[in-house]
């Protein structure tokens, strides 16, 4: 009884969440038109993405210190240092092999202000991303007794649908990049190599926009 509820909670919560994360997606506009970040659009996102991460948050530190680090949530380590380095290289690589679209970026953050927004911004997202994507999906796929390779491509692919506004560039870059983080956190099921890079590339991906 007690697993089928949890299992339950595990697919309300899935929908939900889910639902939080996609829905915006339709109110976007599409990529061939130029997407204008600011100061004012950058803290907008942020306001608007802070109620999921508390949920998220809530939801994965929640219980003992063994379910915690079950989630995710083991203390870093210098042993994390070389697959952060290793992460950034590999999106850098792929940010050139799946450019974004010529023009469909406009950012016009500058100074400490602007940069202190960035990342913020960054932070937000990556640690939203990875606790849903990585430690809440798979997870819970595993504890409801779905199949390996099913906990493997479903998060990669709602991730990679995260990113479909940003045309088949932004989709393959989030499904390639995507795999990468799910199979290291099925393996070695630590959460804060994967948010440290995430986190420092879209930081750095958005300052680089905003100098060009």
């Not at 999106?91 to 500058?110: E, K, M, N, Q, R």
């Not at 499904?175 to 750095?204: D, E, K, Q």
Request: aromatic share 14%.
């Amino acid at each position: 009884m007690k697993g089928m509820i949890e299992r339950n909670s595990f697919y309300i919560i899935t929908l939900l969440i889910t639902a939080a994360l996609l829905i915006p997606l339709f109110f976007r506009q599409p990529v061939e038109n130029t997407i204008s970040l600011d100061n004012r659009t950058v803290s907008i996102s942020i306001v608007k993405s802070l109620p999921i991460l508390l949920i998220l948050l809530f939801i994965s530190l929640h219980g003992t210190t063994e379910n915690r680090e079950h989630r995710g949530w083991k203390r870093p380590a210098a042993v994390d240092i070389p697959f952060i380095i290793l992460f950034l290289t590999f999106t850098t690589i792929l940010s050139f092999i799946f450019p974004a679209a010529d023009g469909s970026y406009s950012v016009s953050i500058h100074g400490v202000k602007g940069i202190l927004l960035i990342c913020i911004f960054a932070l937000v997202t990556a640690l939203s991303e990875e606790l849903f994507f990585r430690s809440w999906l798979i997870n819970g796929m595993k504890s409801a007794g779905w199949p390996g390779w099913l906990v493997f491509s479903l998060p990669v692919l709602f991730f990679a649908s995260l990113h479909i506004w940003q045309g088949w560039n932004g989709f393959l870059f989030a499904a390639i990049s995507g795999s990468l983080y799910t199979l290291y956190f099925m393996r070695r099921g630590r959460l804060f190599p994967l948010f440290f890079s995430h986190a420092i590339h879209n930081a750095l991906a958005l300052i680089l926009m905003s100098v060009r």
